[in-house]
Each structure stands twice: as structure tokens, then as C-alpha cells.
């Protein structure tokens, strides 16, 4: 199928609630800011792969972050024509726990920005003998352009004289001119229409002679139009400009610099280390902002590290940082106070002013400022867990994080990433309903507008170089999948999931609305308790971050719900797989004060008003099975295997985007022109469990028919069998296969003798 081939849209309705749908974020207006940021690069950790020369790692990671702001992959998407009012390139802080290789790495990249300024300047350098060069040419032209004219002129009195001699026995304008050029005139000359003339070889040979002579003057005329072209556009070097009259233009920033807590670490306190960063690098063109902000006309951008006063976990108690913050909590809470006024003064400004308000920080805005406002884009580092977030609640790019090396693997091109703070638009909103062949890149376009960061798409990209990535739109929803030789996958973010043997695109969105619909179905109870909780919890000034069956008080503490039973449990999990449960919301409130995982001091004494005043839903649960102590539990099987498994699916409301396809969902007859070479009917299963299944119906198509010892039917697919089920074993005679059974003390199951019956007579039937 091509790019611009269409499967036309079924007319299967979707089932929509609005207020369980998140709007898809676009920022309006003209796009005219852009932001290049990048942050955690640590540049000592980077030296065993440069021979542990810290000049060289220091260079190259410089040049490379440079070169990756001019690169046209960095530009801003949809407005290459436009200009940016701002476009301005901004460190997030850790760049280096040394302050001398810190300040290198800053001087080098200024160095990066000096050179390419200069050697778009060797391109204008002027001296006399450049002067003096262009005039002769000036000169020279003049003269070619000045014989050639004669030239022309003789060659055409030439011409002219041939003309007449013909035109004595044929009219050249009337009858040979029209003919053409040279290779067109002999044609003519050598046809049944020219020889009936019976005209003399003498005139045949000036003919000839003559539409040579007309199609040399056309080139030379040619010849003298450029000639006169380049004398009529071409502008002499002007002044003489030499290297001595280079001066570096600085007219903008060359980058905002916010420090991370590893640039602390080599002083006393934070005056000290800012004093001493802004005396080094704001003569070389930077900016380093600490509780500031700088703007113009469109946007005023605040600044500074931020620290931890509401992180309890991560904090001056355990991080590297200034010798007066380590241990020092009461210092720490300060500096971060001073941080949430500047921050506060800023956005009043920006309000007033009417302009767009941008935060930057190196710590997370939970751990600095303790919650997000929707009217802000931030930008932060620190945790070395890359996320992008844009939602109705809070827009937020952390990233761009390089952090440490991963498992000793590491690349060399260390670049910025850009986001802008204008539209995002959906690159298939255009489009209509249909089945589309796209690119990865486009794809990776459309989750920045759903504003998901899924990563840079590097296993779609590996995907779709043995196969094709298809989009699926229709009715406001999207499917994207892969075809390849082996059958149809899912992309589900980054990832891929295998859903069908066939290669049938069109059978896939001829069911895509079935799918759809019932996902939406089975889900929408489920959604609309967790947006309740997670309204209330905002309400209460916590996190409401809805994932799987699962919403987040915090980092910590969550809250699940039993899709089946639509009961709550609350619970506190310090790390993955381990679960301390509580009895009702009040107790997890509690505990959380014990532990120092609430801002309020006094919230021990505002529990029960707090946990009761405008719920509905947390207040009135009272769980008797409760787990005092933390116990570990299963994160492949039980409530977080379930929650696992809807979490991808939970971006039909958020993305609107179908990330799982089971085709167990569709109703219609298997269309999928799939068609295996051996039936599977007669078999019998046993899945991990033990579980025996027949094999009654398999048209060699996707979908099989099983039936259980109890006589029970179900009907799963062959890529879903393939995968659950681990042995099988043909039933080629009954009687052998009931005594094979009684010799391991099991009886043969009646509904299967029965199905076997049926099954040889209508194998006889086909016979006949």
C-alpha cells in the first residue's frame, strides 16, 4: 500500500465520555520562542572513553553539543520560514563536580561559537588584490562580451546572404524554418515530401549549411546574454577587510547557566560558588541565573537550582552539594524559600506583562517548589530520569538528561533538544479517517503533540527497516502499526507488540472501531473512579497521577483499584514489589506524616478533617484486610500484573491512541488472508498451568476454537496459543488415546469423545 492510499473509515460508533478525556495540548499562537536545553552531562564520568584526557573529552563534548544547536534536526518543527523572537540555548546545571572543569567546559563551548562566527567571516574577507582581481575580470568580460557581439554580427550577414541564394528556389522562413533545428531539418531533407520539390543538391547543401549557421548564432547569443548578466548583477568586493577587523558578535546570550548541585560541592555555601561562577563566565557572553530572570518581548524566562524542601528522601541529608548544605537541612529549606519567592515575583511579572512564563531548575519542581502551574513550562534536571510531560495539569521537559554511562555503553554525539513553547501540531489531523503508511519520524511527531515522551524511536526505526509502519485513524483515535514479513505488530511507544500471523492491514481497520469500542467499554468504570480519586487527591494538593490501576499520592504512596470489585486499597511501597497496606485513606495520611512525607507539620492534627472535608470516594473506604508490615508481592502476576497490562491501554483516554489489539475483541468472520498449511484440529494443549485444551475448529485462519475437560469452548488465536501454551500432542486414534490417558489415572473427558466423533464424521462426509 502507498502513502497515499486509503482504507475507506468503518461506521462503527466510539463510546466517548468528555470528562474522562484529557484534550489534546496545543500552546496557539505563532511559534516564535525555542528552547536548546540539556542538562547532567557530567563530564568526569565520560573520560575513560577518552583515554581519560580531560581536554580532550571536554572538547569533543563541547563541539558536538555546539553543532547539534545548528543542526537543521534541531530546528523547530513547522516554522523553518518564520523568524524566533528568542531562541536561546540553556544548561541545566551538573555539567561537572569540579569548578575548574566546569569553567573549561564553558570556555570551550564559547570557543565552538567564536569559531563558526569566524569562519563565516573568512568568507567576507577583502584585500587589494581581491579588488584589484575583480576588476579584471570585470574588465575581461567586457571585452568577450564586446567581440562576441561582433562575432554574432558577421555570423549573421553570413546567414542572411545564404537566405536569399535559397530563398531563389524555396522560401527558408516559410517552409524550412518551421521545421526546427539543425537534426529536424535534415529529417525533413531526407523525406518523400522534400524530394518531390526536385530541387538542386547546391540548395540542399546551403539548407543544410544555413540551419548549422542559425543554431550556432542561437549559442553564441546564449554566451553573450550571461556575459551580460554577470556584468548587470555582479557587486565588487567593496572595502578591503582583513582578519584584524574580526570581532566576535555577541548580540544574544550564548547560553543560560544554572548550577546543579555538583558544581557546589568545590565551595563553602551558595554565595560563593554563584559569586565566583557569574566573575567567570557572564565576561564570556553567559547568563547565570539563581532566583532571577531575564526576558523580552514574548517571555520572561526565571532561573536557578532550586534545591530539595519538600523532597524527604533526596535532600542535603545524602546529596553532594555546598560544604554549608551537606547535612544541613535548615540551610537547604533557605535557599530553596529563596528560590519559591524569586519564582513567585516572576510569574506575577509575567502575568502582568501578559507573557509566557518559562522555569528553569535543576532540581525537579516537586522537590524545589512542590507543585506545578499550569499557566508555566519548566524545564528541569537532576533525577537522570528522562521525562517530557504536557498535559492540561503541567508542562514539563526533564528530557535531556545524559547522566551517567549505561551499562558502559556511551555515544559521542551529545546534543540539545529543542522545544518550543508555541503549537504543537498533530501531523495526521489533517487527514482523513483511513489506514495510512507513515514514517517513524512522523509518528515520534505525533507523540510530542500527545505529549508523551516515548523515547527517540530507535527500535521503531530498527522495526520498519524490514517492514512498514501504518497509521490507523478514525473517529478522533489512532492505531499504528508494523507489517513486515512475520505478520502485524502494535507499536505500543517504543515498543512493539506481535498481534497477528497475517499481513492484512485492511482486515486490522476493518475491526479497529470494534476494538476501540469495547477497550472504551470495559475501561470507562474503572476511569471514572480514578478521575474522582484523582480529583480528590489534587484537591488535597497530591500528585493524581493516574497509571494502570493505579493512582499516586506521591512517589510513595498510591492508591489501587480492583476493576472487577471497584474496591480501593491504599498503600505505601518503597520500592518495586514491596507493599505496606493501610486501612483506610486517614491511616495512610498518618503514616505519611510519621515518615516526613508531607509538607504540613501540623497535618497529625488535621487528619480526619482532611481525609473526610468534600469526598466522596477516599473518605468512605474501610478496608478490613490490612498488611501492618511491608510484604513483597508479585510485579508479573496479581493486581500489578493486571495494572501492567491496562496501563497501555489507559492511552485511549489520555492520547487517544489504541496500544494493544486483541483479536478475541472482533466480531466479524476471519478475513485476515492468513492461510497455514496445517490444520491444528485434533490437538490437545496444556498451557503452564496444566489446563488441557482440544483443538475443535481451525480454518487455518487467526482464530481457533478450544474445548476444556469440562466441555467448555473458548476461542483464542494462534500467535496467543503459541505464546501461553508449551506442549502438544496429536489425537490420531480414539481408543489409544483413552487407554494412553487411563494409564496416568486420568479419564478421557466425555465432552472430548464427543467432539472427536463429530470430528471423524465430518472428516467421512468431506470424503464423500
Known amino acids: ?70 543542526s537543521p534536526r534541531n530546528r523547530v518543527p513547522f516554522c523553518d520560514s518564520m523568524t524566533l523572537l528568542w531562541n536561546i540555548q540553556v544548561f541545566l546545571g551538573d555539567i561537572s563536580s569540579s569548578k575548574d572543569v566546569t569553567i573549561a567546559f564553558y570556555r570551550q563551548y564559547r570557543m565552538n561559537a567564536v569559531y563558526h562566527q569566524y569562519k563565516q567571516f573568512k568568507h567576507k574577507l577583502v584585500s587589494a588584490e581581491d579588488i584589484l582581481a575583480f576588476e579584471r575580470k570585470r574588465a575581461d568580460i567586457e571585452h568577450r562580451s564586446n567581440k562576441l557581439a561582433k562575432y554574432i554580427t558577421k555570423r549573421k550577414v553570413e546567414f542572411k546572404q545564404l537566405q536569399t541564394e535559397i530563398n531563389k528556389h524555396i522560401n527558408y522562413n516559410k517552409v524550412i524554418a518551421p521545421k526546427g533545428g539543425l537534426e529536424d531539418i535534415e529529417y525533413y531533407l531526407r523525406s518523400s515530401y522534400y524530394k518531390k520539390r526536385n530541387l538542386p543538391y547546391s540548395v540542399t547543401k546551403k539548407i543544410l549549411m544555413a540551419a548549422d549557421l542559425k543554431d550556432k548564432i542561437s549559442e553564441l547569443e546564449k554566451s553573450k546574454y550571461e556575459l551580460d548578466c554577470w556584468l548587470a548583477t555582479a557587486e565588487g568586493p567593496g572595502e578591503i577587510i582583513t582578519l584584524r577587523d574580526f570581532k566576535y558578535q555577541s548580540n544574544a546570550p550564548i547560553g543560560l547557566v544554572i548550577l546543579g548541585n555538583h558544581e557546589y560541592s568545590d565551595f563553602a555555601d551558595v554565595d560563593e560558588a554563584i559569586k565566583f561562577y557569574k566573575e567567570e563566565l557572564e565576561p564570556l557572553g553567559y547568563i547565570v541565573l539563581q532566583n532571577e530572570f531575564i526576558e523580552n518581548e514574548r517571555a520572561v524566562i526565571y532561573g536557578g537550582s532550586g534545591f530539595a524542601k519538600y523532597s524527604y528522601n533526596f ?11 551537606r547535612g544541613n537541612r535548615t540551610y537547604e529549606i533557605e535557599q530553596t524559600t529563596l ?71 556511551y555515544s559521542d554525539v551529545i546534543c540539545f533538544k529543542r522545544a518550543t513553547t508555541d503549537f504543537v501540531r498533530n501531523p495526521y489531523g489533517e487527514i482523513e479517517d483511513g489506514c495510512y503508511q507513515t514514517t517513524p519520524d512522523t509518528y515520534l511527531r505525533f507523540y510530542d503533540y500527545v505529549g508523551e515522551y516515548i523515547g527517540e524511536g530507535k527500535l521503531i526505526r530498527k522495526r520498519c527497516e ?11 483515535y489512532y492505531g499504528f502499526f508494523v507489517v513486515n514479513n512475520s505478520g502485524i505488530s502494535i507499536v505500543n511507544g517504543g515498543r512493539t507488540k506481535k498481534i497477528a500471523l497475517s499481513k492484512n492491514i485492511q482486515w486490522i481497520y ?18 471514572m473512579t480514578q478521575v474522582r ?49 493501610f486501612k483506610s485513606f486517614q491511616k495512610q495520611l498518618e503514616f505519611m506524616h510519621q515518615e516526613g512525607l508531607l509538607r504540613n507539620k501540623n497535618i497529625a492534627l488535621e487528619c480526619n478533617e482532611l481525609a473526610t472535608s468534600n469526598l466522596n470516594i477516599l473518605a468512605g473506604v474501610d478496608n478490613d484486610d490490612m498488611l501492618d508490615n511491608g510484604v513483597l508481592v508479585s510485579l508479573k502476576t496479581g493486581a500489578y500484573g493486571v495494572s501492567r497490562a491496562v496501563n497501555p491501554l489507559q492511552r485511549l483516554f489520555t492520547g487517544h491512541v489504541l496500544r494493544d489489539f486483541d483479536l478475541r475483541l472482533v466480531e466479524v468472520e476471519d478475513e485476515s488472508s492468513m492461510r497455514r498449511k496445517v490444520s491444528l484440529r485434533g490437538y490437545v494443549y496444556r498451557d503452564e498451568n496444566n489446563n488441557e485444551y482440544l483443538v475443535i475448529n481451525d480454518d487455518l485462519g487467526e482464530f481457533i476454537t478450544l474445548l476444556d475437560r469440562a466441555g467448555k469452548k473458548s476461542v483464542t488465536t494462534v500467535l496467543k496459543m503459541g505464546t501461553s501454551m508449551h506442549k502438544k500432542e496429536k489425537i ?36 464423500k
Open 1 to 70: 500500500m502507498g502513502t497515499n492510499d486509503m482504507i475507506i473509515s468503518g461506521e462503527t460508533g466510539l463510546m466517548k465520555q468528555d470528562e474522562l478525556y484529557a484534550p489534546m495540548l496545543y500552546y496557539g499562537a505563532t511559534p516564535r520562542i525555542a528552547i536548546d536545553y540539556i542538562s547532567d552531562i557530567h563530564l568526569l564520568h565520560h573520560r575513560r572513553y577518552y583515554n581519560n584526557d580531560t581536554c580532550k573529552t571536554i572538547r569533543v563534548i563541547a563541539k558536538s553539543l555546539y553543532d547539534s544547536m545548528l
Open 339 to 409: 528560590f519559591e519567592n524569586g519564582y513567585v515575583e516572576a510569574k506575577r511579572h509575567a502575568r502582568e506583562t501578559g507573557k509566557c512564563f518559562i522555569c528553569v531548575a535543576h532540581y525537579p519542581i516537586d522537590s524545589c517548589l512542590g507543585q506545578f502551574d499550569r499557566e508555566a513550562v519548566y524545564f528541569t534536571g537532576h533525577t537522570h530520569r528522562n521525562e517530557c510531560v504536557r498535559t492540561e495539569e503541567k508542562t514539563l521537559y526533564a528530557d535531556n538528561q545524559l547522566g551517567y554511562n549505561k551499562n558502559g555503553k
Open 466 to 476: 524490514m517492514g512498514e509502519l501504518y497509521v490507523i485513524k478514525s473517529q478522533g
Open 315 to 325: 535532600n542535603a541529608d545524602n546529596l553532594v552539594c555546598c560544604r554549608a548544605m
Open 533 to 581: 480519586i484523582s480529583y480528590e487527591l489534587k484537591k488535597l494538593g497530591f500528585e493524581g497521577t493516574i497509571h494502570g490501576l493505579i493512582v499516586d499520592i506521591d512517589f510513595f504512596n498510591h492508591i489501587m483499584v480492583n476493576p472487577i470489585n471497584g474496591t480501593i486499597a491504599f498503600y505505601y511501597s518503597p520500592k518495586p514489589g514491596v507493599v505496606q497496606q
Open 732 to 767: 490420531t486414534s480414539l481408543n489409544e488415546t483413552i487407554d494412553k490417558y487411563a494409564e496416568h489415572g486420568k479419564p478421557f473427558p466425555d465432552a472430548w469423545s464427543n467432539a472427536l466423533r463429530q470430528m471423524h464424521l465430518k472428516t467421512l462426509e468431506m470424503k
Open 510 to 527: 476493518k475491526n479497529f472501531n470494534i476494538v476501540v469500542g469495547k477497550y472504551l467499554a470495559a475501561l470507562e468504570p474503572l476511569r
